[in-house]
Nanobody, 122 residues
Framework: QPQLVESGGGLVQPGGSLRLSCAAS????????IGWFRQAPGKEREGVSC????????NYADSVKGRFTISRDSAKNTVYLQMNSLKPEDTAIYYC???????????????WGQGTQVTVSS
């Protein structure tokens, strides 16, 4: 069964860093653009970043631009989100998702992971 599994979340102090991983099984990510999303308690899901199938194009929400970097490793069938200079407002469950379209709408993502918790607190 096609699956995406996020990992790398945890508790970090403001200004710290985390690297999230999104590993695919049951299918190859080569054909898919990948998006990272996050959802805090009581808030709607929001897009964080996305990367094209080739990795040649990336997009970031204004709130994370300059702090987060998305990348992919075809050999490992994995996409990463490097998060630096973390702020308390980055606290959320982070999800990765796969779409055949780059810059896809939420309803155009075919597969979703279960999420990994990121907590930024002193």
């Amino acid at each position: 069964q096609p699956q995406l599994v996020e990992s790398g979340g945890g508790l970090v102090q403001p200004g710290g860093s985390l690297r999230l991983s999104c590993a695919a099984s049951g299918f190859t990510l080569d054909y898919y653009a990948i998006g990272w999303f996050r959802q805090a308690p009581g808030k709607e899901r929001e897009g964080v970043s996305c990367i094209s199938q080739s990795g040649g194009n990336t997009n970031y929400a204004d709130s994370v631009k300059g702090r987060f970097t998305i990348s992919r490793d075809s050999a490992k069938n994995t996409v990463y989100l490097q998060m630096n200079s973390l702020k308390p407002e980055d606290t959320a469950i982070y999800y990765c998702a796969a779409s055949l379209l780059y810059l896809a709408s939420l309803d155009e993502y075919d597969y979703w992971g279960q999420g990994t918790q990121v907590t930024v607190s002193s």
